[in-house]
């Protein structure tokens, strides 16, 4: 069943048009995202879906009664109510029905009622119809679901009292979408969802939208999100939105194709044109190829000709070394990092570089990864042991925090004070080949936007032609676009590059080798993200929580279909079974003690009701646990079920 359809649709701004001719749908249970570069117009295009925007031209159509929910870039909860009454406030309906069962239960046990045949049998109906309908919209299970999904984004019951006016913007970002997930909108809309998210929630997000029943559309610079989270994607265009199917892997390849056809196609119309072209001049002049001549030109003029397919505008950077470093980079012995003596934030590290590698260091937040980049370059010492560069090294740094941008200078004069001999015209072309335009130039440092600070940064960078590149999260505030050129970057630059970075995608595609820094030290791994997640695995199934070790992260849970998910698998499988067996027997004696007390015979001793009432009750209130006890069970059998079938 398609839930909302666009057909057509345009949008302008002072008469000149953002984007036309967008034509796309999303399916009930549809997993959809949509891409395109910075200013082309995204989220605008997301107000018009969800209907709170009218478009220009064209028009959109909705399934009736359709639900849609959407988060906003950086959008937070604003409440003065604490975490868990805020949540609860998105089940106000389960919760007026489940008070009016409480009542009902409580009429039934009233002796005035007892006494009252036909009363109790109103009451009985009426409370047999709401017990069903309330189990049925999940009434039994909703308060689980809000701890799962609050344990999910970081917020353990410890913290359930805190009010959120007190909590920082990227914890009321989590809970905003937190909230949106427990609504179970026909839709949900999330708009750059993974900002504020560290790698641990992010696994757990994407594991939640994959068993999600509704339908989600997503826009996102995080590409290993998107490959692990939909499986359509629309591509915009200011004229029109190209559909792929697969996720933003297969997208990528099939555009990839696409674009390389579309050349070809081009190429091939030019040279017949040409060659049209080149007839009609020679010969239009002379008599007797005249009307050859003319009958061509008329081919020319009718050629439905193609567009020159040259895509967004893209950064098409490259770094280079001046000069060759030795087959030893960099190497660090028994390093201790962090800011006082005798608390070290991690150590011991050991690793080495060589020559050409591409090394990429993860580990959790607050863990000391940049501050190890830092001890490395000799901006903090270390507290306990060395770092060593090899001979003829020339270390290159982008911070992520961009402290060396001066905020007064302007772009121009940024570059400028670092190379003052370069004529402008080449530090014009090099701001350019960053996607700086000859408007950016003149604007100061502190005008510029997350994304231009970082092209700036990495302009100056590459500008140095150092042989050994530090990055510090080089990734943060890069579209997609820049993004893939990044990497194309890196990947050929003919020294050496480690990194730190929480891009997941990123990872893969760039890093040789991984190494995890942990409190206790480091651990090389001789691959990327996905190698090293995999090599991770056992250990964090066999580790024992009081080893001393970091717990298993939520990431590998997520991904890793291991012999110990099977087990818990099957033993949530027996529990759920058990529960079930309590339930139906449980039933059976409530429907048994119901069916007596509805006999003639029975009506009239009001002693004999009260006690069968009190009974009811009992049962009631067991299988009310029991009901819990199932929605548990089978909510964290479902997250096993799609974690092995995902």
């Known amino acids: 069943m398609i839930l909302l359809q666009a057909q057509d649709i345009g949008r302008a701004f002072d008469g000149i048009d953002l984007f036309t001719h967008i034509n796309m749908q999303v399916q009930d249970g549809g997993r959809v995202a949509l891409v395109g570069p910075n200013g082309i117009g995204k989220t605008t295009l997301l107000q018009i879906l969800r209907g709170v925007a009218e478009p220009d031209y064209g028009n959109m159509t909705y399934k009736k009664g359709i639900s849609i929910g959407y988060q906003a870039q950086n959008a937070g909860l604003d409440s003065d109510k604490e975490i868990y009454t805020e949540m609860l406030d998105g089940f106000a309906e389960l919760r007026a029905m489940e008070k009016q069962v409480h009542e009902l ?3 039934l046990s009233d002796p005035a009622i007892l006494q009252d045949d036909k009363q109790y049998q109103d009451v009985l109906k009426r409370y047999d119809q709401l017990s069903v309908q309330f189990r049925e919209e999940g009434g039994y299970g909703y308060e689980a679901e809000i701890r799962n999904v609050l344990a999910g984004f970081n ?3 410890a913290r359930f009292h805190e009010l959120i006016s007190t909590l920082s913007g990227g914890e009321r970002s989590r809970l905003a979408l937190a909230k949106m997930l427990l609504a179970h909108h026909d839709l ?4 750059e969802p993974t900002n504020h998210l560290d790698i641990d929630t992010l696994a757990w997000l994407e594991n939640y939208l994959r068993g999600y029943k509704g339908a989600v559309l997503i826009v996102s610079h995080d590409q290993y999100f998107l490959d692990h989270t939909v499986n359509e994607v629309y591509e915009l265009s200011p004229t029109g939105a190209t559909r792929y199917h697969g996720n933003y892997t297969e997208y990528r390849k099939q555009r990839a194709a696409n674009l390389e056809l579309a050349w070809k196609a081009y190429n091939k119309q030019q040279e017949e044109i040409n060659k049209l072209q080149e007839y009609v001049d020679k010969n239009l002049v002379r008599a007797s190829t005249t009307k050859m001549a003319q009958s061509r030109r008329k081919q020319l003029e009718k050629m439905d000709r193609l567009s020159r397919p040259t895509g967004e505008s893209s950064a098409h950077f490259h770094f280079s070394a001046a000069k060759s470093s030795g087959n030893v980079v960099l190497t660090v012995t028994d390093a201790a990092v962090g800011y006082e003596a005798g608390q070290p934030m991690a150590q011991p590290i050991d690793f080495e570089i060589r020559k050409g590698e591409r090394i990429a260091i993860v580990g959790p937040n607050g863990v000391g990864k940049s501050t190890l980049l830092k001890s490395i370059l000799g901006k903090i010492p270390f507290l306990a042991g060395t770092a060593r560069f090899g001979a003829n090294v020339t270390p290159g740094y982008y911070d992520q925090e961009q402290q060396n941008l001066n905020p007064k200078n302007t772009v121009l004069e940024e570059v400028w004070s670092q190379h003052p001999t ?3 015209r080449e530090i014009r072309s090099a701001l350019a080949a960053f996607l700086l335009t ?5 604007k100061t440092v502190a005008s510029l936007s997350g994304g231009q600070k ?3 940064t990495l302009t100056k960078l590459a500008m140095n032609h150092d042989n050994f590149l530090i990055l510090d999260e080089p990734t943060n505030h890069l579209d ?10 890196l990947a ?4 050496t590059v480690l990194f730190v970075s929480h891009d997941r995608y990123f990872i893969n595609s760039l890093a040789q080798r991984t190494i995890a820094i942990s409190p206790h030290g480091s651990t090389t791994y001789l691959g990327n993200w996905d190698y090293y997640q995999e090599k991770i695995a056992p250990q964090e199934e066999t580790e024992p929580q009081s080893s001393g070790k970091s717990a298993p992260s939520a990431a590998n849970k997520a991904y890793q279909a291991s012999k110990e998910d099977q087990r818990a698998m099957r033993k949530l499988q027996r529990q759920v079974d058990d529960v079930e067996q309590q339930i139906d027997e449980l039933t059976n004696q409530k429907d048994a003690i119901e069916a007596e007390m509805a006999k003639p015979e029975n009506a009239a001793s009001a002693i004999k009701l009260q006690d069968m009432q009190k009974d009811v009750d009992k049962l009631t209130e067991q299988l009310s646990k029991l009901e819990d006890d199932w929605e548990e069970a089978s909510i964290a059998l479902e997250d096993f079920q799609s974690k092995l079938e995902g």
């Open 105 to 107: 239960e409580a009429q």
């Open 155 to 157: 917020f353990p019951e």
């Open 188 to 191: 949900i809309i999330l708009d």
């Open 422 to 424: 370069m004529p402008e």
């Open 438 to 442: 000859a408007e950016d130039v003149d």
């Open 454 to 456: 970082a092209r700036l």
């Open 480 to 489: 997609i676009n820049s993004k893939e050129v990044l990497e194309s970057a």
């Open 492 to 495: 050929d630059f003919d020294g």
